[in-house]
Each structure stands twice: as C-alpha cells, then as structure tokens.
C-alpha cells in the first residue's frame, strides 16, 4: 500500500500519535482547544532528545554559537521595535455565507470561497497574531506585554551582554530554544500551524563583508542535518528561494519538507542585514555596535538566522518515520498482517533500547540488565503478552532494539537483540552489549 499517495498518512499519524501517547489535543476533557498540543510520555522523550540533538549539532559541537534562556515576556517595546506590534498580522476575510475565515494568500481563487464556491466575501482585513496579556496590577494599555511570536527577539536584547560575558569576537552565534505564541486564525495540520509552539533558532552575527558567505555556510549546515542526522530522503526536502525580500535582506530560503498534505515551510535561513540590531539600537538608545579592533572599525553586527519550529521538525520526524510492512502472522485465517513501524533514527528514539524477559521467572535477570542499560540509552521494561505482540507495540513506537533474556542467558551469558528494520535477530554477550548497541545507536 502506498501510504503517501492516499492522503490518509497524515490522519494515520495522529491516531497513532493519540494512541500511543505522543502527541494529543491540549484540555481534551474539555473538548480540545484549537491549536495548543500535548505531548504525553513517549512524545515528551522524543521531543527532548529531538531538541539535544539540535542543541548538540548547533551549540555544543562549535566554538563560536553559544547558548541562551530567556523569558518568554520581554519588555514590550522589543515587539515595537522589531515590528510586530505594528505590522504581524496575516490578511484574512470571511466567506459571508458559510462563515469559513480564510489567510487571503492561501487562498487558491482570493475572489472565491475555497469551502462553499461563494463569491460573497468580506474585504481583506488585517489580523494581528501576537498574544496579549498584562503585567503589574492594572489591567490598562500601559499595562500590556506580549508573549513572544518569535524566539530570536531576546537574542537581540541579550547580545552586547552575550559577547562581553563568553569574550566572544565576531563571527559568532547565539541559539535558543523556546517557546512561541501566535494567534493564529486557523490553525491546522495537526502541530504544522499551532498558537503555541517551540522555535529553535540561531543568530549568526558577523561583518557585512563576507556575510553572504556565512549565509551560505549556514545553509548547507542545515541541509546536511536533515540529511544526514534526520535521514530525510533527497526527495522529501527542497529548498525554496523567497521571491520577493525584506528591504533590509540581502538572502532568504526555506527548507520545505514534504508533509502528507504536501510541501510546508520546514526552516528558514534568512540573511536579516543590520535590521535588528539597528531597530533595537534605535528603540533602547543604547549603543549596540561593535568593536573591530583588528581592521579598526565600528560598525552593527549583520545578522545571519536560522529558525525551524521543533513541532514541525517532529511532524516531519512522524511523516519520514511512519511505515506499514506486511508480515507473516500465526493468526488465524490470515497470512499477513500489517505491522506499524516508527523507523525514527536510533538516537532521537524515545525508546532506544526495550528489554523483555522471555518469561516471567527470568523478570529479576533481565531487570538487572535494564538497570545497566539505562545509565546510557532510553529503555523500557515489557513483560506482558507473547513476544511477537511486545515487538510490535515496540516497533510502533520506533524502538530500534529489543533485547530478549532467555532460559539459555543463564548459561551463556548472552541475549537475543532483535534490530526493528530487518527484524534480525543476533546473539550478543552481555558483556559486549554496551559496546555492541553504542555502535548502532551513536556509531562509536
Ligand atoms: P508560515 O509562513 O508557515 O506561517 P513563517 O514564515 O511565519 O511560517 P517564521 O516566522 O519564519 O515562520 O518562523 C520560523 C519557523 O517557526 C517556521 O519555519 C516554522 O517551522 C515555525 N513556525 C512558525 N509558525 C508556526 C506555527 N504557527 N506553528 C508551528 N510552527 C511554526
């Protein structure tokens, strides 16, 4: 069965996502509320590990990108500054008829109402998407703060401070990962457009001259990531070119995936000029530039950013992941049965390494050996049900190896590791166990 073509991949991987405790609707007891999602506990591992491995290829494998937490309330004069407060909003109008609210450059015909064909239409009309909410003890305008639509904002207010306290020179990056909120008018596709979401961006500031080179650079890093840390297929990304630029850019791409619904803005990598730093010099009236002591020269930091929302990044993970093989079954009446695979990449997997007894006189044994494990990988414990059932709830939650103890690990010190893909199964001491999975997991 070709899952892509049926456009039923997309609601394949929600149910599973639900089912299993990956991602579900935010205050479901309540009915849901649009656009907010919780990742419950296997989501919530592979969330974090997903994040380590951004922070590890960006921060903690450079020199020169060091890492920042900030609030996620700011002064609110940073929103006015960077523009939002004034100028983020998406064009939308309304279908009079069937009351269907549409993002004008969404739409196919901006004349005619996708849902129902009417042609009775609002005007276009601007909405702003930054949340609002209030700081102090009265509720006024003076008053209002907003919870950040973008994470780099603070990287801006941050950097003088940034570079005087790790005595870094340009060109150098400061990364964040953290929360955004966007009012968004209609959120869909599951995580793809959410009101709150995690943004793991990177701001890259260097010299004018030589900066398009930079851009450059950060482009086929990024690049290089989803292939070859992600395993995205050449064919399941491309790189899209912006049409029409910023006044103040001088480049821009998106990294699009191809998600069940089609092509969807992954990341950007964006070649922001001066803009930032000098609407913050602007609005604080402090003094944000720098010092080149070698060529003697003063002048603002250009900006290079990389941004990807990590909720995309994961629906991106689930798409490239979600596998249905046919398998041989003892069930009766039937051949084959359809086995749900998660073939995420074994370092990022929630569960990397399950640890199943084959029977329940051998639990003491192999509880010891999770112990073991755990100090080094993602491990969980199963006992219940027949083997070949405890694989396949493995394998839909992407566990690349399951260890099985047996009556003969008594004698000859060694369990069966069954690898999720090829479904081989080897015989390892347990002694070389550690050295034998990280081998498959890290590739030491
Ligand atoms: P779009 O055109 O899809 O609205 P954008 O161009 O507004 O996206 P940016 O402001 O460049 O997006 O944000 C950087 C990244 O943050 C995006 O590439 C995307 O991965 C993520 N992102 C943006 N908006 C959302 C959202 N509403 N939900 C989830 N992720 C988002």
């Known amino acids: ?22 991602i579900f609707q935010s205050s479901e007891i309540y009915g849901g509320f649009n656009g907010f999602w919780d990742y419950g506990p296997y989501g919530s591992m592979l969330k974090k590990a997903v994040e380590a491995l951004w922070w590890n290829e960006m921060v903690e494998t450079r020199n020169n990108v060091v890492g920042l937490d900030s609030t996620i309330i700011c002064h609110p004069k940073t929103w006015k500054a960077s523009g939002h407060v004034d100028r983020f909003g998406d064009i939308m109008c309304d279908c009079r008829d069937c ?10 015909d901006p004349t005619t109402c996708s849902n129902c064909g009417s042609k009775n239409l609002t005007p276009p ?6 949340m609002k909410t209030y ?11 907003y919870l950040r639509a973008e994470s780099c904002q603070p990287i801006f207010l941050d950097f003088n401070l940034i570079r005087i306290a790790t005595r870094q020179q340009l060109p150098f990056g400061i990364a964040q990962i953290g929360k955004a909120f966007r009012n968004e008018i209609t959120p869909r596709m599951f995580t793809f457009r959410s009101r709150e979401f995690t943004q793991m961006e990177m701001e890259f500031f260097c ?9 450059e650079y950060w482009r086929k890093e990024r690049w290089n990531f989803y292939r070859e840390k992600l395993g995205f297929r050449e064919d399941e990304i491309r ?20 998600f069940p619904f089609g092509w969807g803005e992954l990341e950007g990598i964006h070649h922001r000029g001066t803009w930032d730093m000098s609407q913050h010099q602007q609005f604080s009236e402090q003094d944000l530039t720098y010092w080149d002591q070698q060529n003697n020269k003063r002048f603002l930091p250009t900006v290079i950013e990389t941004s990807v929302g990590l909720d995309r990044m994961i629906l991106a993970i689930f798409t490239h992941a979600y596998r249905e093989d046919k398998a041989p079954t003892q069930k009766e009446g039937m051949d084959e049965d359809v086995r749900i695979v998660l073939g995420f990449p074994a370092r990022i997997a929630p569960v990397q390494v399950a640890v199943l007894p084959l029977s329940k006189k051998l639990n003491e044994r192999a509880e010891a050996l999770q112990q073991d494990l755990r100090r080094y990988y993602r491990t969980e414990f199963d006992v219940t049900g027949n083997i070949g059932k405890r694989y396949r709830r493995q394998d839909e939650i992407g566990t690349p190896f399951c260890v099985t103890v047996d009556f003969e690990t008594e004698n000859d010190n060694a369990v069966t590791v069954r690898e999720r893909d090829s479904m081989a199964q080897e015989r390892v001491s347990v ?6 999975l990280d081998n498959k997991i890290f590739g030491w």
């Not at 069965?1 to 990956?22: Q, Y």
């Not at 009309?125 to 930054?130: G, S």
């Not at 700081?135 to 703060?145: K, Y």
């Open 1 to 22: 069965m070709d899952i892509n073509t049926e456009g039923e991949l997309m609601e394949k991987i929600v149910t599973l996502c639900k089912r299993r405790g990956f």
């Open 99 to 108: 009351k269907t609210r549409f993002r004008v450059d969404q739409m196919p």
């Open 125 to 130: 009309r601007e909405f702003n998407l930054m």
């Open 135 to 145: 700081v102090g003890p009265v509720f006024d305008e003076e008053h209002i703060a």
């Open 207 to 215: 010299a004018d001259e030589g900066s398009m080179d930079w851009w």
């Open 239 to 258: 790189l899209h070119p912006h049409d029409k630029l910023a006044h103040y850019a001088k480049a821009a791409v998106d990294i699009e995936f191809q």
């Open 431 to 436: 002694t070389s166990l550690k050295s034998y």
